[in-house]
């Protein structure tokens, strides 16, 4: 909810348009270009159309449209919402649609979601192929063929998964044998007394998943999901399967400039490169290069710590929610001081689920089900939480979450040093480096001292109590970083989740979390109802 309608609107007017906020003259009608950008918005990551607002010499003044016009506009805009002939869905409710008069000019703000993954694609017409539109840095554009297919494929995902659909001509010599028994060994490992351990080989893929009969068609064979986690390459690669599929991981350690890698794992044709072998082969590289010591259980070594178990789940959670459909390479790149997990496609939920772990749909659940069974890879939500975690225990940074469009990947960054563990809620000191606030800086009370020296001892309370002071307008997190000379790192990954979770914070663009251009604002609270 939006407290102070006519702030806000101000506040959008005197920014510029980005990928996630769009102003649109209307003194001549709604104009079409209004819908093209409703499709793209709820087709990426949502965004806040403002309707009234024209621009000359890249400087943005009000339309000047009257209050009758402002009526006829937003009367317009629900007939088309709901008229399958001008746009295939709206998710707009009421409240979403908001007139504002400022100084005597009218406004009218559009606050578009994104569209969950069932009903995109979200296009205009009847017809989605050349009527449906994406978001960019640059603005709208139309989305190709095969980006509308995908969205189709993942609308429909739950009728029949991508993994679970069945390859006619597959045959058990498909199968790369090393890598069943190597499944097999560790399946019995976790569940020694379990009866599938009785079953040949045939029919044990046939319950796993890895082997099924369509009852309504009769017809039977491998999934994709047994081929891509136990197949041989070639088997995986055959047009029939996944042509595009490739997985690389790249360890760039060295502090020769002129390396590109300092060690490599991909599909070489040395080595079977299905899911398995690839998983087994990057996790035994990233839990060596951990800078994490092994933790103990009395006087014996447990092999996995948070921080493992952390690097482990996020390795789960790129393979089992890749787009094995979409041209793009799973990619996973280890440098000195983080770890990218890198696949092609886009979330089927948004990055606000992903962190809160309230929602979890796997594009790939036959694929989850196999690393399940071993003990790797949670259901409903939990990976995630099992991520952040690690994060949390080691005082690393939160885990950064990162969609990209053209072409659609999802990176998921694990940062594994902290400059500011310093501030972690256990602990009062600060680095001797950290620095007082500018002293040019007016922006905070003159009286004010609680930052005044260098080495000032800051705990969490203090430090948000900071960022409260400096949220009395809207104002982005390299800002807030910049005045409390704490990394941009730190601000967006631990203090300002929390301040969210409590309510002592509101965002300038709700519906479009991932903003670069996102900034925040306090809540009006009081703070001695607030459990800090």
Same mark, same amino acid.
């Given at each position: 909810?939006?407290?102070?309608?006519?702030?806000?609107?101000?506040?959008?007017?005197?920014?510029?348009?980005?990928?996630?906020?769009?102003?649109?003259?209307?003194?001549?009608?709604?104009?079409?270009?209004?819908?093209?950008?409703?499709?793209?918005?709820?087709?990426?990551?949502?965004?806040?159309?403002?309707?009234?607002?024209?621009?000359?010499?890249?400087?943005?003044?009000?339309?000047?449209?009257?209050?009758?016009?402002?009526?006829?506009?937003?009367?317009?805009?629900?007939?088309?919402?709901? *008229?399958?002939?001008?746009?295939?869905?709206?998710?707009?409710?009421?409240?979403?649609?908001?007139?504002?008069?400022?100084?005597?000019?009218?406004?009218?703000?559009?606050?578009?979601?994104?569209?969950?993954?069932?009903?995109?694609?979200?296009?205009?017409?009847?017809?989605?192929?050349?009527?449906?539109?994406?978001?960019?840095?640059?603005?709208?554009?139309?989305?190709?063929?095969?980006?509308?297919?995908?969205?189709?494929?993942?609308?429909?995902?739950?009728?029949?998964?991508?993994?679970?659909?069945?390859?006619?001509?597959?045959?058990?010599?498909?199968?790369?044998?090393?890598?069943?028994?190597?499944?097999?060994?560790?399946?019995?490992?976790?569940?020694?007394?379990?009866?599938?351990?009785?079953?040949?080989?045939?029919?044990?893929?046939?319950?796993?998943?890895?082997?099924?009969?369509?009852?309504?068609?009769?017809?039977?064979?491998?999934?994709?999901?047994?081929?891509?986690?136990?197949?041989?390459?070639?088997?995986?690669?055959?047009?029939?399967?996944?042509?595009?599929?490739?997985?690389?991981?790249?360890?760039?350690?060295?502090?020769?400039?002129?390396?590109?890698?300092?060690?490599?794992?991909?599909?070489?044709?040395?080595?079977?490169?299905?899911?398995?072998?690839?998983?087994?082969?990057?996790?035994?590289?990233?839990?060596?290069?951990?800078?994490?010591?092994?933790?103990?259980?009395?006087?014996?070594?447990?092999?996995?710590?948070?921080?493992?178990?952390?690097?482990?789940?996020?390795?789960? *959670?790129?393979?089992?929610?890749?787009?094995?459909?979409?041209?793009? *390479?799973?990619?996973?790149?280890?440098?000195?001081?983080?770890?990218?997990?890198?696949?092609?496609?886009?979330?089927?939920?948004?990055?606000?689920?992903?962190?809160?772990?309230?929602?979890?749909?796997?594009?790939?659940?036959?694929?989850?089900?196999?690393?399940?069974?071993?003990?790797?890879?949670?259901?409903?939500?939990?990976?995630?939480?099992?991520?952040?975690?690690?994060?949390?225990?080691?005082?690393?940074?939160?885990?950064?979450?990162?969609?990209?469009?053209?072409?659609?990947?999802?990176?998921?960054?694990?940062?594994?040093?902290?400059?500011?563990?310093?501030?972690?809620?256990?602990?009062?000191?600060?680095?001797?480096?950290?620095?007082?606030?500018?002293?040019?800086?007016?922006?905070?009370?003159?009286?004010?001292?609680?930052?005044?020296?260098?080495?000032?001892?800051? *705990?969490?309370?203090?430090?948000?109590?900071?960022? $409260?002071?400096?949220?009395?307008?809207?104002?982005?997190?390299?800002?807030?970083?910049?005045?409390?000379?704490?990394?941009?790192?730190?601000?967006?990954?631990?203090?300002?989740?929390?301040?969210?979770? $409590?309510?002592?914070?509101?965002?300038?663009?709700?519906?479009?979390?991932?903003?670069?251009?996102?900034?925040?604002?306090?809540?009006?609270?009081?703070?001695?109802?607030?459990?800090?």
């Amino acid at each position: 909810m939006i407290s102070d309608t006519k702030r806000y609107i101000k506040q959008l007017i005197s920014g510029s348009e980005n990928s996630e906020i769009e102003f649109k003259s209307a003194k001549g009608g709604l104009p079409e270009s209004f819908w093209e950008t409703f499709s793209a918005f709820a087709n990426t990551n949502g965004g806040i159309i403002v309707l009234g607002i024209k621009e000359k010499n890249g400087i943005f003044y009000p339309d000047g449209f009257d209050k009758q016009q402002l009526q006829t506009y937003k009367k317009r805009f629900w007939d088309c919402a709901h *008229n399958k002939e001008k746009v295939s869905a709206t998710m707009l409710t009421e409240r979403d649609v908001i007139d504002a008069e400022i100084d005597g000019n009218f406004f009218l703000l559009f606050r578009i979601p994104r569209a969950s993954y069932d009903i995109r694609p979200v296009f205009l017409t009847r017809n989605p192929f050349g009527n449906t539109f994406k978001r960019n840095h640059e603005g709208d554009y139309h989305c190709t063929d095969s980006e509308i297919r995908q969205m189709f494929a993942d609308a429909h995902h739950s009728t029949l998964p991508f993994d679970n659909q069945i390859l006619p001509n597959y045959s058990i010599s498909d199968i790369d044998t090393e890598t069943l028994r190597g499944y097999r060994q560790r399946f019995i490992l976790r569940k020694n007394n379990h009866p599938w351990n009785e079953l040949d080989d045939f029919n044990f893929l046939c319950k796993i998943g890895a082997y099924r009969v369509d009852r309504e068609s009769g017809q039977e064979g491998f999934t994709r999901a047994g081929i891509l986690m136990f197949g041989k390459t070639e088997s995986i690669t055959d047009q029939a399967c996944c042509p595009w599929y490739f997985v690389d991981y790249q360890e760039k350690l060295s502090n020769n400039m002129n390396e590109r890698w300092s060690d490599r794992i991909y599909a070489d044709s040395s080595w079977n490169s299905n899911l398995y072998q690839f998983f087994f082969k990057v996790y035994n590289k990233l839990a060596q290069t951990l800078p994490v010591p092994f933790s103990l259980n009395g006087i014996e070594r447990t092999e996995e710590t948070a921080a493992h178990i952390a690097i482990r789940e996020a390795l789960v *959670n790129s393979l089992v929610h890749s787009s094995y459909a979409e041209q793009g *390479n799973i990619v996973i790149i280890r440098e000195k001081d983080k770890i990218i997990f890198r696949n092609p496609g886009r979330m089927l939920i948004t990055i606000d689920d992903f962190y809160s772990g309230s929602q979890s749909v796997c594009r790939n659940p036959i694929i989850q089900k196999f690393f399940i069974q071993l003990g790797y890879g949670e259901k409903a939500g939990s990976g995630a939480d099992y991520i952040i975690k690690g994060c949390r225990e080691n005082q690393w940074h939160m885990p950064e979450l990162i969609e990209n469009v053209q072409p659609d990947t999802v990176s998921l960054y694990l940062y594994m040093s902290d400059n500011d563990t310093s501030l972690d809620s256990n602990d009062t000191s600060l680095d001797s480096n950290d620095t007082s606030l500018d002293s040019n800086d007016t922006s905070l009370d003159s009286n004010d001292t609680s930052l005044d020296k260098v080495g000032q001892r800051l *705990n969490r309370d203090t430090l948000i109590n900071k960022v $409260l002071e400096l949220c009395e307008d809207w104002i982005t997190i390299d800002e807030i970083s910049e005045k409390v000379g704490k990394s941009h790192q730190y601000i967006r990954g631990k203090i300002i989740p929390e301040m969210l979770k $409590l309510g002592l914070l509101e965002k300038l663009y709700p519906e479009a979390s991932t903003s670069p251009n996102q900034k925040y604002r306090k809540q009006n609270i009081d703070m001695k109802e607030v459990n800090l």
